[in-house]
């Protein structure tokens, strides 16, 4: 499995600093000059040698206790990328390598979906252009030119069976064009605090100015979780797409863990040749919600289910405080099949 690789922390470190002095010193309105500071950054580290990243270990939060220190250090995964967030407070429960660049694949559509779901209503028309229903790059619904499909049914295309060309109608239906509606996804990713991320284009295929990190994934995600329209898609596990004229297709949701992980709520497979399988997932037990991704790995499911699990026993109860995550909270007890079961029964995700 190959994969763009990774930069040694250092250089890492320096070129991303780098990128964010110089685009801090720009207004917000010059998206451009921003992006070719952040490009300068994203062309070298995804291009590196991976060794780093499989050889590094999990780095816990240092502000947690030492019993949950010792517990992040003991959860066994096999991405070269992970971390996991808690939703409601953005708290960082375990991180590994979560500030290196990787190419995020259909992951980016998450963020596809949360910059149109901001921007246009559910009910907005979009008509297919000639360059979408030619589009057959990676997965593809098969959208037929000419017909006017609800932005709602493109979501659910783009989210459950992650259609390029859903993406690419999304971004000419809501922004204009594809161009614009990037800046858009590059410009919220920015307002997010996602700075070490840059998108060249809604879908996600491989390009080199096309990266980000796990850890500004689980920031996108935090974000698109507080929109219901986006929980009530990714959550969904079949949708029937209308199209006026064509037969109506059944799309089903490439996220296996839904069906795998109880309390499993979302939200996104994604899968490029230089990525390798890459997966954002998301669970609520008892009120608390946990982001998982996992990038690079030879085990989405499996990695996924093992942090939410890690997450889960040793969350505390109740409203999270900065003093709560000092202390070191009696594990939580949790179902000890949940990880065998995903292990055992998961085939591995389609394409994205």
């Not at 907005?124 to 709602?152: E, W």
């Not at 996804?185 to 100015?209: I, K, V």
């Not at 909270?329 to 998961?346: C, G, H, K, Q, Y």
Request: positive net charge.
């Amino acid at each position: 499995m190959d994969s763009c690789g990774t930069s040694d922390s250092k250089t890492s470190t320096r070129c991303r600093s780098s990128a964010t002095m110089t685009s801090r010193r720009s207004s917000s309105p010059q998206i451009g000059r921003r992006r070719a500071s952040s490009l300068g950054c994203g062309l070298v580290i995804p291009l590196l040698a991976v060794g780093p990243a499989w050889a590094a270990p999990p780095q816990p939060p240092r502000h947690l206790g030492p019993t949950h220190r010792r517990a992040a250090a003991d959860v066994a995964v096999t991405a070269s990328a992970a971390v996991l967030m808690d939703a409601a407070t953005g708290q960082v429960l375990y991180e590994r390598n979560a500030r290196v660049a990787w190419p995020p694949a259909s992951t980016t559509k998450i963020m596809t979906a949360l910059v149109a779901l901001g921007r246009a209503p559910l009910d907005l028309p979009i008509t297919i252009s000639p360059a979408v229903s030619r589009f057959r790059k990676g997965t593809a619904v098969g959208l037929p030119q000419g017909a006017r499909i609800p932005l709602r049914d493109l979501l659910y295309a783009l989210l459950l069976a992650s259609g390029n060309d859903a993406a690419l109608a999304i971004a000419e239906g809501v922004a204009g064009s594809v161009p614009a509606f990037v800046d858009q996804m590059n410009e919220e990713a920015w307002q997010l605090g996602a700075t070490a991320t840059h998108f060249s284009s809604p879908h996600g295929l491989y390009d080199r100015a096309h990266y980000s990190t796990a850890y500004d994934l689980a920031l996108i995600t935090r974000a698109a979780m507080q929109n219901p329209s986006f929980r009530a898609i990714v959550q969904t596990r079949a949708w029937t797409l209308a199209v006026h004229g064509k037969r109506p297709r059944r799309l089903v949701n490439h996220n296996r863990l839904l069906a795998r992980y109880p309390g499993a709520d979302g939200v996104k497979t994604g899968y490029v040749h230089q990525s390798g399988q890459t997966l954002v997932a998301s669970a609520t037990h008892h009120g608390i919600r946990l982001i998982a991704v996992v990038l690079h790995s030879r085990d989405v499911y499996g990695d996924a289910a093992r942090l939410l699990d890690f997450g889960f026993a040793h969350h505390p109860p109740g409203p999270v405080t900065a003093s709560d995550l000092r202390r070191s909270p009696e594990p939580r007890s949790m179902a000890p099949w949940i990880t065998r079961l995903v292990l055992l029964f998961l085939p591995r995700p389609p394409l994205a």
